[in-house]
């Protein structure tokens, strides 16, 4: 059974950092694709980021809304996904969800970023 | 960017009855390799996105047959048969051809 467990979220103050975590289970993570989806409070579904297989080179790709603020990288050997967000804006309020495959979701981790 | 238009915004349906939800890009959704990349979620109340649909009209491991993805190009639409009370909730369409992956806005789908 595919299972995808975020953590890391929270309140931050504009201009902070944090690190989103997504531990993974359940398939080979090396041979997935890995996304980060967030989603505003009453809006709709956002992408930011994606990491692309082993087969290709783990290589990245961001929205134009997170990127030069925001890193996506995984560590294979602990099967964790992380998201680290730096210059955060109130703008990146948002349920942030790990996705492998664009097909499986984990629970989401609310990031609150406010004065 | 790729802009993927829902309609209806939302909709009521009878329990049994059968509703459609259309999605539209604003361009062919038809990958170099061949495939579209085409998928429909479900978000339940309180709930993270469920895959329904994915590549236009394949089905995911457990979704029942009353779900059902057609279309190509850039017009698709999810059909609903027999509707149940668990599947009420927003349904959003996405594509995965080319980045940045997009979505549209959703459809509230609520019982009557």
């Known amino acids: 059974e595919v299972k995808l467990v975020e953590y890391g979220g929270g309140l931050v103050q504009p201009g902070a950092s944090l690190r989103l975590s997504c531990e993974a289970s359940g398939f080979t993570f090396s041979d997935f694709y890995m996304e980060w989806i967030r989603q505003a409070p009453g809006k709709g579904l956002e992408w930011i980021a994606s990491s692309r297989n082993k087969a290709n080179d783990y290589s990245t790709v961001y929205s134009a809304s997170v990127k030069d603020r925001f890193t996506i990288s995984r560590d294979t050997y602990k099967r964790i996904l992380y998201l680290q967000m730096n210059t955060l804006k109130p703008e990146d309020t948002a349920i942030y969800y790990c996705?492998?495959?664009?097909?499986?979701w984990g629970q989401g981790v609310m990031v609150t970023v406010s004065s | 960017d790729v802009v993927m238009t829902q309609t209806p915004v939302s909709l009521s349906v009878s329990l049994g009855g059968q509703v459609s939800i259309s999605c539209r890009s604003s361009?062919?959704?038809?990958?170099?390799?061949?495939?579209?990349?085409l998928s429909w979620y479900l978000q339940k109340p309180g709930q993270s996105p469920q895959l329904l649909i994915y590549k236009v009209s394949n089905r995911f491991s457990g979704i029942s047959d009353r779900f059902s993805g057609s279309g190509s190009g850039t017009d698709f639409t999810l059909k609903i048969s027999r509707v149940e009370p668990d599947d009420l909730g927003v349904y959003y369409c996405g594509q995965g051809t080319q980045y940045p992956l997009t979505f549209g806005s959703g459809t509230k789908l609520e019982i009557k």
């Open positions: 996705v492998s495959e664009r097909r499986h």
């Open positions: 361009q062919s959704l038809v990958h170099n390799n061949g495939n579209t990349y």
